[in-house]
């Protein structure tokens, strides 16, 4: 079954830009994910939909500063222009041939 | 908008069960589009699925957990439930409860509750 790897920490600039990564263990880079973004104390929210070929359909009302792009058994989160509500944790979610939901460790995103 | 809403009790001892319920409001409960999961972060960690369900009561569990864990649909209620036998301190965790699409392209949660956080102790 596939394995979601994710760095545990990052950190960016307010303002600036960032782009968190997700990898997909080997035999499985042709999947597709999902990213959830969970800010300090709240419940997770769906961001967007990505698929291997770097598209991506973002869920209701998530800013045009969040984008998707792939490369390989890498998929990636972009965010622009970082604002402070951006200091969050972000997950990535997968399923297997079982139907079972797996989600990556989780990267903390700190705005300095 | 479709809205989940966990409830059950916050504290539960030892080699009990923890019973919990979410209530889905706003929205279809019974397409077939959709499972319904249940979701779980322990204290400081990251997300640990649970085990989804259809509104057929088509089950999935995580492996890890499966001995232990029934999840259950009321289509009337517009609601489903979580039942975790023999719990632990190590289950202690904020639980979610949490609308997954199911489609050929995408499974994943996309609509989640605001959790509940259970702690098991005596």
């Known amino acids: 079954q596939p394995v979601l790897t994710q760095s545990s920490s990052a950190s960016a600039s307010l303002g600036s830009s960032v782009k968190l990564t997700c990898t997909l263990s080997?035999?499985?880079?042709?999947?597709?994910i999902a990213w959830h973004q969970q800010q300090p104390g709240k419940a997770p929210r769906y961001l967007m939909k990505?698929?291997?070929?770097?598209?991506?359909n973002k869920g209701s009302g998530v800013p045009d500063r969040f984008s998707g792009s792939s490369s390989g058994a890498d998929r990636y989160l972009s965010i622009s222009n970082l604002q402070s509500e951006d200091e969050a944790d972000y997950y990535c979610?997968?399923?297997?041939?079982?139907?079972?939901?797996?989600f990556g460790g989780g990267t903390k995103l700190t705005v300095l | 908008q479709l809205q989940l809403q966990e409830s059950g009790p916050g504290l539960v001892k030892p080699s009990e069960t923890l019973s919990l319920t979410c209530a889905v409001s706003?929205?279809?409960?019974?397409?077939?589009?959709?499972?319904w999961g249940w979701i779980r972060q322990p204290p400081g960690k990251g997300l640990e699925w649970i085990g989804s369900?259809?509104?057929?009561?088509?089950?999935y569990y995580n492996t890890s957990l499966k001995s232990r864990v029934t999840i259950s649909v009321d289509t009337f209620k517009n609601h489903f439930s979580l039942k975790l036998s023999s719990v632990t301190a190590a289950d202690t965790a904020l639980y979610y409860c949490?609308?997954?699409?199911?489609?050929?392209?995408?499974?994943?949660?996309?609509?989640w509750g605001q959790g509940t956080m259970v702690t098991v102790s005596s």
């Open positions: 369900i259809s509104y057929s009561g088509t089950t």
């Open positions: 949490a609308r997954r699409i199911d489609s050929s392209t995408l499974k994943a949660f996309d609509i």
């Open positions: 979610e997968t399923w297997d041939s079982n139907n079972h939901a797996i």
């Open positions: 080997s035999g499985h880079r042709s999947y597709i």
């Open positions: 706003g929205g279809s409960f019974s397409s077939s589009n959709y499972f």
């Open positions: 990505l698929e291997g070929s770097g598209s991506y």
